[in-house]
């Protein structure tokens, strides 16, 4: 029977673990943009030869 209440303190300190992780992502902003990424594959650019930048094909 201790062995289940010890486990259960793991497994709820792993639990925690994982929810200060995510409040930490949270705080830090890693959510807040969701679909900028995935849009930024459907506009052609090409990278400038002379200073590493990208430029968008619109000349």
Known sequence: MSV???LM??????AGG?????LWSVKRGQFDD?????????HDT???AD???FQ???N
């Not at 969701?34 to 459907?42: D, K, N, P, T, V």
């Open 51 to 53: 200073k590493g930048e």
């Open 9 to 14: 303190i793991c497994s709820i300190c792993v």
């Open 4 to 6: 289940v209440i010890i």
């Open 56 to 58: 968008n094909d619109k």
């Open 34 to 42: 969701l679909e900028a990424s995935g849009f930024r594959i459907l």
């Open 18 to 22: 994982f929810l200060v992780a995510y």
């Open 46 to 48: 090409k990278p400038l």
